[in-house]
């Protein structure tokens, strides 16, 4: 069993930035693959967007096509610990942000691989 949580959200101004964090509690959360999805307002849990993902090793990394170039994911396993790194924030990046797990090496961008999720933090970006 894995826990997660979410931390660091907040309201911002376009242009500015964030650096979200997820705890992770459990004896093999440092193996597993973990990930950023969203969910903007009026969207259903089905359509949460697929934000970047990260494998175990803190190796390879993968970027939805949205925030690529402006977001950085990395964790630190020694911490058990996820952060996203958000730069350039823009208004419709405003959204619920949530950490999540998988008890796999590969990563995915399908929010059905994911094992485990945090409760979500809220980013707030105005123009």
């Known amino acids: 069993q894995v826990q997660l949580v979410e931390s660091g959200g907040g309201s911002v101004q376009a242009g500015g930035s964030l650096r979200l964090s997820c705890a992770a509690s459990?004896?093999?959360?440092?193996?597993?693959?973990m990930g950023w999805f969203r969910q903007a307002p009026g969207k259903e849990r089905e359509e949460r967007e697929f934000?970047?993902?990260?494998?175990?090793?803190?190796?390879?990394?993968y970027y939805g096509n949205s925030v690529k170039g402006r977001f950085t994911i990395s964790r630190d396993n020694a911490k058990n610990t996820m952060y996203l790194q958000m730069n350039r924030l823009k208004p419709e990046d405003t959204a619920v942000y949530y950490c999540?797990?998988?008890?796999?090496?590969?990563?995915?961008?399908?929010?059905?691989?994911?094992?485990?999720w945090g409760q979500g933090t809220q980013v707030t970006v105005s123009s």
């Open positions: 459990g004896r093999t959360a440092s193996s597993y693959a």
């Open positions: 999540a797990a998988r008890a796999s090496e590969g990563l995915s961008a399908m929010p059905g691989a994911y094992d485990y």
């Open positions: 934000v970047a993902t990260i494998n175990w090793s803190a190796g390879p990394r």
